[in-house]
């Protein structure tokens, strides 16, 4: 296993830890009183290490770039601020923490000062930040280093798993796998109710907005999409996003060119995912006004694209898109034209195109049952195997690597050059 998954991890387990330090100690002068404001019970917040990984992963190409670093990590920070108090939310039916009573909040998960705050702390963090963490962990043995990285992820599951068990409830399943056993059934209970009610209390107390019953308090909303809904949303929206791409070209370009991700049919992976993510986030939100979703869309869509072109890159060595000679753009990966559409996108999306999804996809489901999905999901994903191994091998293949094994041979077979070049024509070597 290569050096970087162990400095990707510490670099985790680092910004966890330190998060949960300033976290912690902010709470506990706040309320006088100690507050773990982890969701685990351990020394950590995990979702700033996943933040922080985020960060250096996407954003290293910005470190001498300030401006466009700080706006990046604000974005990227405040994007999964916001899809994680959804999702813990969609745990407890209640909000983790509630910012509508802060001026230029959204939907109570975020805000403009947070925002502000998590692009400067992403700016100190990839700027100088993961140098100084770097330089401590390569002081130590690289024995004492790699057994510690794996130790905190033994210890890290462990923790995750007794929280994840409390938020569900499992200390009332847990025992029926000992039925067999009444003593061994009745410990079982007794302990996993003690580790329950211990990580219960202790999320109520550093959550304060967790316990508020009363009328008008910050709750979720129950509704919400399931992930056949999701599923569903994601191949219309991969379509579509082909369709709407190949009919762009053709106005602007004077040309037919093919926008798909895969090598078979016309889908848009990037396209399919936007949808399915832009609807799991905002479609309870469709009350809101056009300016606020429209605003969310440009930020987020640029995000997102930006995201997926560093990625893109990452894995297959070569760049699907390239915005270089359009003004106003990003390292050739976004620009402020195409981010504004991102923005009309997700309100036309949000406010017309969504509810007429969410009726055809439930004539779908009673229409077929759970046949056509199936069919589907399966095809979609041998879809998406077979372009990934033929993107693989299209990208060995310019470096001049022989077919060694059965499957490069296969892909050299039905997937040649001139074939990818048709179905990928933006592609870049890098």
């Avoid at 351990?42 to 996407?58: H, M």
């Avoid at 907005?209 to 809904?229: F, H, I, N």
């Avoid at 300016?291 to 997926?308: K, R």
């Avoid at 299209?394 to 470096?399: S, V």
């Amino acid at each position: 296993m290569g050096d970087t998954f162990y400095i990707t991890a510490m670099l985790f387990f680092a910004w966890s830890f330190l998060a949960w330090l300033a976290e912690t100690a902010v709470a506990t002068i706040k309320e006088k009183d100690f507050r773990n404001r982890g969701f685990v019970s351990g020394p950590f917040c995990f979702i700033y290490g996943f933040t922080a990984v985020l960060l250096v992963v996407f954003l290293q190409e910005l470190k001498q770039e300030p401006f466009f670093l700080f706006l990046g990590s604000m974005t990227i920070a405040t994007a999964v601020e916001w899809f994680a108090g959804k999702l813990l939310a969609r745990m407890k039916r209640k909000k983790w923490w509630d910012y509508s009573g802060k001026k230029w909040n959204f939907d109570g998960y975020i805000c403009l000062q947070y925002s502000l705050l998590w692009g400067l702390l992403g700016f100190l963090a990839v700027r100088y930040g993961n140098g100084l963490l770097l330089g401590v962990y390569e002081l130590l043995p690289d024995a004492v280093g790699r057994a510690a990285v794996w130790g905190l992820m033994a210890v890290g599951m462990l923790d995750l798993s007794g929280s994840l068990m409390s938020v569900y409830h499992m200390e009332e399943k847990l025992p029926r796998l000992f039925g067999w056993n009444r003593r061994l059934q009745a410990w079982t209970y007794r302990f996993a109710a003690r580790v329950s009610w211990h990580i219960e209390n202790r999320i109520g107390r550093s959550y304060p907005a967790m316990q508020l019953e009363k009328a008008g308090e910050p709750q979720a909303d129950e509704e919400s999409c399931s992930l056949v809904q999701l599923f569903w949303l994601f191949l219309i929206g991969a379509f579509l996003g082909d369709v709407t791409e190949t009919i762009f070209c053709r106005v602007t370009a004077g040309v037919w060119m093919s926008r798909s991700s895969l090598v078979w049919g016309p889908f848009s992976v990037v396209w399919g995912l936007a949808i399915a993510m832009a609807t799991a986030l905002l479609y309870k939100d469709r009350e809101k006004s056009d300016q606020s979703i429209f605003w969310a869309g440009v930020f987020l869509g640029g995000a997102y694209e930006y995201i997926c072109s560093v990625f893109t890159e990452i894995l297959f060595g070569k760049v699907f898109w390239d915005y270089s000679a359009m003004p106003f753009n990003l390292g050739g990966r976004i620009n402020l034209l195409y981010c504004f559409f991102w923005g009309i996108a997700a309100v036309m999306w949000i406010k017309g195109l969504y509810p007429v999804m969410a009726r055809l996809i439930d004539v779908i489901l009673k229409k077929t049952g759970w046949i056509l999905t199936a069919c589907a999901a399966v095809f979609l994903a041998a879809d998406l195997c077979v372009s990934v191994l033929a993107l693989v091998r299209y990208d060995t293949r310019a470096a001049g690597q022989e077919a060694a094994a059965g499957w490069e041979r296969q892909m050299d077979l039905y997937f040649d050059d001139a074939r990818m070049e048709r179905i990928y024509p933006n592609a870049i070597q890098q």
